[in-house]
């Protein structure tokens, strides 16, 4: 429970710190796991709180790729009040995000999603993205919601290597001169 009015600022100032120091977009889900492991906020206190800084424009959520942005009306505000964010939840924040800053890239570049189209039938989407162009793109058919899981999963594992196989297979030189 929020204790006080400073205390409800600080916690939505640190989900703006967050974004501004991670210096690119986060999903909910590495937010979320943020503000539990540095112990800054609990989940449904950032829950409430991502929504209001959205409905107050302070973020901005892309819905496409599932990601908040700090708008510029997020930044003038942190930067107006950032003192009144306890300096060592900062230092705090700020050793996490640089431990884990090329992994949430990573998870934003490779993504995986499936959508039921009929009763046995799932469509599992497949990306890599780089600069917000994508490199490949992967659309499969399966049939079941277990299978449609695991390519999710199995993905995200092994995209660079699938990746680098599909490049490697396609343009490798066949020597068409070689007679059986």
Not at 102 to 127: G, H, M, N, S
Request: charged share 30%.
């Amino acid at each position: 429970m929020i204790n006080s009015t400073q205390e409800l600022a600080e916690n939505k100032l640190l989900i703006l710190y967050v974004l501004q120091r991670a210096g690119l977009p986060l999903s909910n889900e590495q937010i979320s796991e943020i503000m539990m492991d540095t112990e800054s906020m609990n989940y449904f206190l950032l829950q409430q709180f991502l929504g209001e800084l959205q409905s107050s424009e302070h973020l901005f959520f892309d819905t496409k790729k599932s990601c908040y942005y700090i708008t510029p009306k997020g930044t003038n505000t942190l930067n107006l009040f950032l003192h009144l964010i306890d300096e060592d939840k900062r230092k705090r924040l700020d050793r996490y995000i640089v431990i884990n800053r090329e992994r949430f890239k990573r998870e934003l570049q490779i993504t995986a999603d499936y959508k039921q189209i009929a009763k046995d039938q799932f469509i599992v989407t497949c990306k890599v993205e780089e600069n917000n162009i994508t490199l490949i793109e992967l659309k499969l058919n399966v049939v079941t919601k277990e299978q449609a899981k695991l390519l999710c999963s199995k993905w995200n594992n092994k995209a660079q290597k699938i990746y680098a196989n599909v490049i490697r297979e396609l343009t490798e030189d066949e020597n068409i001169d070689k007679k059986p």
